[in-house]
């Protein structure tokens, strides 16, 4: 993902948790690594210093928000994607 390297590179810590399936392809069963969440990432910034940095990242199109304010993901699931991901 292009967008990752680019807010890697501003120092924003990103997380695309993937997921490893079997799936058929060209009729054989091959074991392929995917993104479990599609064209979404997980990052950790402080809202006040660099929000709007983030959102004008080539690549960012908006932020997941429950109103006015970007969701939040509690660390204990960020913790469990984090175990699993490769």
């Known amino acids: 993902m292009r ?5 890697e590179r501003q120092e924003v810590h990103c997380l695309s948790p993937m997921i490893t ?3 058929v392809v060209r009729g054989k069963r091959t074991t ?30 908006h932020f997941v928000r429950f109103g006015t304010l970007p969701a939040t993901v509690p660390a204990a699931v ?3 994607l984090q175990t699993d991901a490769p």
Do not use: C, M, Q, W
């Open 78 to 80: 960020i913790e469990a």
């Open 21 to 23: 399936l079997e799936k």
């Open 3 to 7: 967008e990752k390297e680019h807010l």
């Open 32 to 61: 392929v690594s995917e993104p479990l969440f599609p064209n979404y990432l997980f990052i950790e910034f402080d809202t006040e210093a660099i929000h709007t940095t983030i959102s004008s990242t080539r690549g960012v199109s």
